[in-house]
C-alpha cells in the first residue's frame, strides 16, 4: 500500500502555463506539507497543512496555492509557471505536526518547465 | 531561518570502511534531530532519530551534542546499498516545520 502518493509522477510543460499537482496519503496523519527541492538538492518546506488549515507558509510567490479539500489531501497548483519553478516537489505528510514524529514523504514530482 | 550545516561531500569510501558525517545546527531551542536517507531520485526516508545519550542501529550510530550543537552518524562496515545522501534534519518544536541541511552524499565503492 502506498503511504503518501502524488500524481504525476513527471510533469513538462511551457512557460506560463498553469499545472496541479496532487496528493493524498493514508496514514492517517493531520498534517501535509509540500518540499521543493532544487538542481542543487536543497529541500526547501513551501507550505503544510493542520486540519486543513495552512499553517506555515514561507516566502513562496503567491503563484502557488495549496489546497485542501480534506485531511487526506494536498494538492499544489501553479499559476504562470517559470523556469525556475523546475525542480523536484514532494509531498510529506506526519501525526501532529511540529516534526516529532516520523514524517513520510511521497515519491516526489519531477516537474520541467520549457 | 535557522540553518543545519553539512558538508555536501561526496564521500567516496571502500566497501568495508567506516565513515562519520557530521552536521551543526545554530537554533539552541532545537528539540529533536534526525538523520534521513535519500537515494538517487527518490524520495527522503526516515533512518534513524538522534538522542541525547546516543543511539545505535546495527551498523549505524548517531549521537548528539547539545553544548556543541553537534550532531554526527557514523556507518561502519560499509557497503555498496549505503551510497545515498544523507540529510540532517532538526526540529526547531512547536509547529514548525522541520529543518533539512542539504546533505552529504556518501558513495561507497567496491
Known amino acids: 500500500d502506498t503511504a503518501v502518493s502524488q500524481t504525476p509522477k513527471y510533469l513538462v510543460t511551457q512557460m506560463g502555463n498553469d499545472k496541479s499537482i496532487k496528493c493524498e496519503q493514508n496514514?492517517?496523519?493531520?498534517?501535509m506539507y509540500w518540499y521543493k527541492q532544487d538542481s542543487k538538492k536543497f529541500l526547501k518546506i513551501m507550505f503544510s497543512y493542520n486540519n486543513k488549515e495552512l499553517i506555515i507558509n514561507e516566502t513562496v510567490p503567491n503563484r502557488f496555492s495549496p489546497k485542501s479539500p480534506d485531511k487526506a489531501h494536498l494538492n499544489l497548483h501553479i499559476n504562470s509557471l517559470e523556469l525556475g519553478d523546475s525542480a523536484v516537489y514532494f509531498c510529506?505528510?506526519?501525526?501532529?505536526?511540529?516534526?516529532?514524529?516520523?514524517?513520510?514523504f511521497g515519491p516526489g514530482t519531477r516537474l520541467t518547465v520549457l | 531561518r535557522k540553518e543545519v550545516e553539512q558538508d555536501p561531500g561526496p564521500f567516496n569510501v571502500p566497501e568495508g570502511a567506516t565513515v562519520a558525517f557530521n552536521c551543526t545546527y545554530s537554533n539552541s531551542a532545537s528539540q529533536s534531530f534526525f538523520w534521513y536517507r535519500q537515494d538517487c531520485r527518490k524520495e527522503p526516508k526516515l533512518l534513524m532519530s538522534?538522542?541525547?545519550s546516543g543511539n545505535e542501529d546495527g551498523r549505524f550510530t548517531a549521537q548528539l551534542n547539545r553544548a556543541s550543537q553537534y550532531i554526527s552518524l557514523l556507518i561502519r562496515d560499509s557497503k555498496l546499498s549505503d551510497s545515498a545522501t544523507y540529510l540532517c534534519v532538526v526540529n526547531e518544536g512547536g509547529n514548525t516545520p522541520l529543518v533539512f541541511g542539504k546533505g552529504t552524499r556518501l558513495s561507497v565503492i567496491a
Open positions: 496514514l492517517g496523519h493531520d498534517t
Open positions: 510529506a505528510s506526519n501525526l501532529m505536526g511540529g516534526g516529532d514524529n516520523e514524517q513520510f
Open positions: 538522534v538522542y541525547s
